[in-house]
């Protein structure tokens, strides 16, 4: 019903979540865990060409800021409001690249990619004006973007207007 409480739904899935999940150092675990057959393989596909290009940080740091401004800033957002399944797409593909964008920072488990500490805070700091401007972008539209909150009719809470600009600032400030 509120873009705002989207907005941190979409701030969990992209900051919370996957630090969480790659603190927890799932690929160790699964490397571990696995018989010697199920490890040869699993270290194939981690060396592989495609792993190695699509976790490359700067190719991370791309695909990052590209699925939250194609999302944001396209027919899509509202389309996915509007169908289950496009919305479940979304929330899979924000999580997705922000595993890709925050696995060389919490360095846990195995990367193709180590980055040295002073690196990896610069990675983070460079994050930081792509969803600075995008959350600015939200607060400063003078029209409601996503016209699902105006036609969904609700009795309470801020207006869609008030509350997008309440997402931006979300966005904005929490997103940093």
Request: charged share 10%.
């Amino acid at each position: 019903s509120l873009f705002s409480v989207h907005m941190v739904q979409h701030l969990l899935l992209m900051l919370v979540a996957p630090t969480l999940l790659l603190a927890g150092g799932p690929i160790t675990l699964t490397l571990r865990a696995s018989t010697p057959s199920i490890r040869r393989r699993l270290l194939w596909v981690l060396h592989s060409p495609v792993v190695k290009a699509i976790s490359f940080p700067v190719v991370t740091w791309v695909l990052f800021a590209a699925v939250n401004w194609g999302w944001h800033f396209s027919t899509l957002y509202d389309e996915a409001l509007e169908n289950q399944l496009l919305h479940y797409v979304q929330h899979a593909s924000f999580l997705a690249a922000a595993l890709l964008f925050w696995w060389p920072v919490v360095g846990v488990d195995p990367s193709p990619w180590r980055m040295p500490y002073p690196v990896r805070l610069f990675y983070l700091f460079l994050a930081l004006p792509q969803n600075s401007f995008l959350g600015v972008a939200l607060l400063s539209a003078g029209t409601v973007l996503y016209p699902h909150y105006v036609t969904n009719l609700r009795t309470w809470g801020p207006s869609p207007l008030a509350d997008q600009q309440l997402g931006g600032v979300l966005m904005w400030v929490a997103g940093d």
